[in-house]
């Protein structure tokens, strides 16, 4: 993996160039990380999301909590070598990226033990330890694969807590570093430390110790326990330790952030030199029900965060979920038509809804790199920031208290619905 600063930008953060692989595409940063779940996009086949969300190829980011039960097969699937993770499941021509934990789910706290990392997947809970692993990783074969980490941590952490989750993250490293040419992907070094600037610089210097080429570039974890948590996360808390972290990282190695950020705080952590995020905040958006519509083109009328699909005031509201948005959903059905959907339990309306919300992410980031290349971001980040002139917008994306059937989280039938 490759990485080169294209630009720093005095008010903007920096923009980057990133090459995966030799013969892969180059990469624009900041860059957006495509959320899927047990290796799908959630609601939506792989035809729908290339011919309606987005036509250039993606970087998946594949979760081994949702996908650990896959690696007996894929361990079957790559002898011969030439075939990779994405086309194992159907999604050809995306690079990947393996994560621990899903960005898009609560990951329960608690079993950690001096020896094992506890890996909640949709069996239970699973005791890994950095031998099994690396084992797991080597079956993947994904193309970047982060570190074995304890990132159990968040603003309420102890001490206590927090200097364990550093010291079972070097050991566990110490044996990833060890074996990781046994592996054909690149390393990603994991940061932890929870709200401890003691630790978390603890954890930048363990991992600026290793040899030169260990690894290609930094995840920084253990701010929240993913899920809702991240999308209501205090920036005045947060953003100090990251500029702390970031102000230690050498400039020629990209830094990733998992998680369901708000817009906001994505604007924020982009202006202190975060460079990869993922699309786990319009996964959370769809799953309660939320249409995203804030703006990021400056224009005359009021915008709001998101449009509420649930409430009934929109019932006989024939106008498209956001004007002048080109995604199909907006081009041909409305919000009322969406209303119905939610009230009738029907698959479409979270397929219509994702659709949606991937387009709006998408193009919001373009703009981002955009603004960032004029050395505008802060008036972008004013822009999303006052939405609405009657007050200051909340991004953060209440609990719907519609509990959603197993009908509805499918992922199935999506090309046939739209």
Same mark, same amino acid.
């Given at each position: 993996?490759?990485?080169?600063?294209? *630009?720093?930008?005095?008010?903007?953060?920096? =923009?980057?160039?990133?090459?995966?692989?030799?013969?892969?595409?180059? =990469?624009?940063?900041?860059?957006?990380?495509?959320?899927?779940?047990?290796?799908?996009?959630?609601?939506?086949? *792989?035809?729908?999301?290339?011919?309606?969300?987005?036509?250039?190829?993606?970087?998946?980011?594949?979760?081994?909590? &949702?996908?650990?039960?896959?690696?007996?097969? =894929?361990?079957?699937?790559?002898?011969?070598?030439?075939?990779?993770?994405?086309?194992? #499941?159907?999604?050809?021509?995306?690079?990947?990226?393996?994560?621990?934990?899903?960005?898009?789910?609560? &990951?329960?706290?608690?079993?950690?033990?001096?020896?094992?990392?506890?890996?909640?997947?949709?069996?239970?809970?699973?005791? =890994?330890?950095?031998?099994?692993?690396?084992?797991?990783?080597?079956?993947?074969?994904?193309?970047?694969?982060?570190?074995?980490?304890?990132?159990? &941590?968040?603003?309420?952490?102890?001490?206590?807590?927090?200097?364990? *989750?550093?010291?079972?993250?070097?050991?566990?490293?110490?044996?990833?570093?060890?074996?990781?040419?046994? #592996?054909?992907?690149?390393?990603?070094?994991?940061? #932890?430390?929870?709200?401890?600037?003691?630790?978390?610089?603890? *954890?930048?210097?363990?991992?600026?110790?290793?040899?030169?080429?260990?690894?290609?570039?930094y995840i920084l974890e253990g701010f929240h326990t993913n899920g809702l948590s991240a999308t209501t996360l205090d920036s005045s808390k947060l953003l100090p330790i990251v500029e702390h972290c970031v102000k230690q990282l050498e400039e020629d190695k990209p830094r990733i952030m998992p998680g369901a950020f708000a817009p906001l705080t994505i604007l924020e952590l982009i202006r202190q030199g975060v460079d990869v995020f993922d699309t786990s905040y319009a996964y959370c958006a769809s799953m309660n029900f939320k249409a995203l519509t804030f703006s990021f083109v400056q224009d005359t009328k009021e915008h709001v965060p998101f449009l509420d699909i649930t409430d009934d005031v929109i019932k006989e509201d024939f106008s498209p979920p956001m004007n002048n948005c080109s995604c199909l959903t907006c081009q041909k059905h409305t919000r009322a038509y969406l209303h119905h959907l939610y009230k009738t339990n029907e698959l479409l309306g979270p397929i219509l809804l994702m659709v949606h919300n991937l387009h709006h992410y998408i193009t919001f980031f373009e703009t981002i790199r955009e603004s960032v290349a004029k050395d505008k971001l802060p008036e972008l980040t004013e822009l999303v920031k006052n939405q609405n002139t009657k007050s200051q917008v909340d991004y953060s994306i209440a609990v719907n208290t519609k509990v959603i059937t197993k009908a509805t989280m499918g992922k199935g039938f999506a090309a046939a619905a739209v």
């Open positions: 993996m490759k990485f080169a600063i294209e *630009s720093i930008k005095k008010n903007s953060g920096r =923009l980057g160039k990133l090459r995966i692989k030799d013969s892969g595409p180059e =990469l624009r940063t900041p860059l957006l990380l495509q959320t899927t779940k047990g290796g799908s996009i959630p609601w939506l086949s *792989s035809d729908v999301f290339e011919s309606h969300v987005s036509r250039k190829p993606q970087v998946l980011q594949f979760t081994l909590s &949702t996908m650990d039960q896959m690696a007996e097969a =894929l361990a079957q699937w790559n002898i011969g070598g030439g075939r990779g993770l994405s086309d194992y #499941v159907g999604l050809p021509g995306h690079l990947n990226i393996l994560l621990l934990r899903d960005p898009c789910e609560t &990951t329960p706290s608690g079993g950690n033990d001096r020896d094992i990392q506890p890996l909640f997947t949709r069996r239970g809970k699973e005791s =890994l330890t950095p031998e099994r692993y690396m084992e797991m990783v080597a079956s993947f074969k994904p193309d970047i694969y982060q570190g074995l980490c304890d990132a159990d &941590t968040n603003l309420e952490s102890a001490k206590k807590r927090v200097q364990k *989750s550093v010291d079972r993250t070097e050991k566990f490293m110490h044996y990833v570093y060890e074996n990781r040419a046994n #592996v054909e992907s690149t390393l990603l070094a994991p940061i #932890v430390g929870g709200y401890n600037t003691f630790a978390r610089t603890q *954890s930048i210097k363990h991992a600026r110790e290793q040899p030169a080429g260990s690894y290609g570039g």
